[in-house]
Each structure stands twice: as structure tokens, then as C-alpha cells.
Nanobody
């Protein structure tokens, strides 16, 4: 199985940027579709972005369009989430996830999860 560790979270002012990283170990991530999710206090975990095994296809949401970019470096066994023009409503714990199956927006479709990294955007 694969172990996932997120990093790169922190406190940033509105309009700022952060780059999250998800480092994998145990297995090569080229076998997995990867996703980023987030969970704000009192809210359900929601999909943020996804990427195919090769990186040739990416998936996002309307709220992240033009602001969030997912990418992967299979040689480094790492997935990234570049977040620009951050808003206070982006404040959440961000999770990296992996699935052996096909791409899905549903968190139940992912088999492995990291511990999360906190992103706080101040207004």
C-alpha cells in the first residue's frame, strides 16, 4: 500500500498563494489516480482537484477554476496543488488521496489518505 504525507500548508493573506505537496512512499504513485480534498470545520470533505496516472488529464471544480492547479511528478513520487488568489473560504484542512480505480470526485472512491495539512487564509 502507499503512504501519503502532505506539506506546504500555512497561514496566508487573501490573494496569496501556497503550494501543497503530497509525498508518497511504499509504492510508486504512477499506479494511482491522485486527488486533493479539503474539509472546513463543520463541513463535509469536498473534492478539490484530481489527476490521472500519467498526469495527462486533470479535474477541478468551478470554485478552483483558474486558481488551483494539480500536477504530479511520478519520478519524485509527489503530487502538488498550486493554489493562487486564495480566499478566506479556502480555509480548510487539505488532504491528498490515492485510488487504484478510475477517477472519481467522491471521497469514498479513494483508498489511501494522508493526515492533512492546514490552510488558513486571512481576510
Amino acid at each position: 500500500q502507499v503512504q501519503l504525507v502532505e506539506s506546504g500548508g500555512g497561514l496566508v493573506q487573501a490573494g496569496g498563494s501556497l503550494r501543497l505537496s503530497c509525498a508518497a512512499s511504499g509504492r510508486t504513485i504512477s499506479s494511482y489516480v491522485m486527488g486533493w480534498f479539503r474539509q472546513a470545520p463543520g463541513k463535509e470533505r469536498e473534492f478539490v482537484a484530481g489527476i490521472s496516472r500519467s498526469g495527462g488529464s486533470t479535474y477541478g471544480t468551478d470554485s478552483g477554476k483558474g486558481r488551483f492547479t494539480i500536477s504530479r511528478d511520478n519520478a519524485k513520487n509527489t503530487v502538488y496543488l498550486q493554489m493562487n488568489s486564495l480566499k478566506p473560504e479556502d480555509t480548510a484542512v487539505y488532504y491528498c488521496a490515492a485510488t487504484m480505480g478510475g477517477f472519481t470526485y467522491r471521497n469514498i472512491g479513494y483508498d489511501y489518505w494522508g493526515q492533512g495539512t492546514q490552510v488558513t487564509v486571512s481576510s
